[in-house]
């Protein structure tokens, strides 16, 4: 039986997984704690790793899991950026979750912006308490506006549907643009100029990093609204909090922050040690944050499970490398 060290879980963690265990033939030993180079020694006797996207899996955790005797690191997400996988090339392969449910994650960008736009969840704060007054309630039609999609993978062409079904106009950034497009990919400036909602919707990469920062928050339109639920490190969280707080931008909805890997998935409501960029930006009433939280669905979950195990099973029941990470990608 395939025995895998399960690191930085949660309870919805275990419900898909523990389901298919049997299915698959794997043993799984869930861990709450992050993966490092201190708590590998959890994995001891393990075939194979699995770690979430606040892992911080440098190369002197690659070493220690090929210390250990780790045959495989199977990221249970789709982004990588978290692991050093020059570090890993050629001695532990590294598999992922290229997708499971784009339009978990684009339904949430566009929650998030009708939340924010049309100042629901003050609405419902206020009706609780018997307050009906619509003072400051006030939003705008997405009906005709433009959004700028950065990004047009799957989840990026989902929101672009989403949009659409609103009646909305699309415009588009992407440095690997799409042969089958039927809308208009524009330089990530002109969008900035152009768009009322911008949706972030790419991957974090040395040319993406703080894609959206000062000079380009500069080109925004006033009432502009900046939605992320990709990377947190694609915006330059300094930069937003300073034109938010300068009202040069109308406002932000982000499931992701730079540095989030301190905070998010637990609870520090006890706490008074705070990120303090992220709490200002939490105190501003042109702001919404969630948790990262746009992946989770009943059934993005279940694929992220079901895709995850046949990785590991693939790798070592049939030598196969199904969704491998190299350096070269």
């Known amino acids: 039986m395939i025995k895998i060290a399960f690191f930085d879980t949660k309870p919805y963690d275990g419900k898909w997984f523990d389901r298919l265990a049997g299915e698959y033939g794997v043993e799984i030993r869930y861990y709450e704690s992050k993966l490092s180079e201190r708590t590998i020694v959890l994995a001891d006797g393990c075939d194979a790793v699995c770690a979430f996207v606040n892992d911080d899996i440098n190369s002197e955790v690659i070493d220690a899991l090929c210390a250990h005797d780790i045959k495989l690191l199977a990221m249970r997400c789709a982004g990588v950026n978290n692991v050093d ?81 609103f009646g909305m106009k699309v415009c588009a950034y992407d440095v690997y643009k799409a042969a089958d497009a039927d809308w208009e990919y524009v330089s990530i400036e002109e969008l900035c100029k152009r768009s009322d909602v911008i949706s972030l919707h790419c991957p974090l990469t040395k040319e993406t990093h703080h894609l959206i920062g000062a000079e380009n ?41 730079e540095e989030e890997s301190d905070y998010f998935f637990d609870d520090y409501s006890d706490t008074v040690e705070r990120d303090r960029t992220l709490a200002l930006l939490l105190s501003l009433p042109n702001v919404i944050v969630s948790s990262h939280q746009a992946f989770l669905t009943d059934d993005a979950l279940e694929a992220i499970a079901r895709v995850t195990l046949e990785n590991i099973c693939g790798f070592f029941t049939e030598g196969k490398l199904d969704n491998a990470v190299t350096a070269q990608k």
């Open 217 to 257: 928050i500069k080109l925004m339109k006033e009432t502009a609204i900046v939605v992320n639920t990709s990377r947190g490190e694609l915006i330059d969280s300094k930069a937003l909090l300073k034109a938010l707080t300068e009202r040069r931008i109308g406002g932000a909805c982000l499931d992701v922050y």
């Open 85 to 165: 996988i020059a570090s890993a090339e050629g001695r532990l392969p590294v598999v992922r979750v290229p997708r499971y449910s784009p339009y978990a994650v684009a339904e949430h960008a566009m929650a998030l912006l009708l939340t924010l736009n049309r100042k629901t969840h003050k609405a419902y704060i206020r009706t609780r308490d018997f307050n009906f007054s619509l003072n400051n309630l006030v939003g705008f039609d997405l009906h005709g506006r433009t959004v700028g999609v950065v990004g047009t993978g799957q989840i990026g062409r989902a929101f672009i549907n989403i949009c659409r079904g």
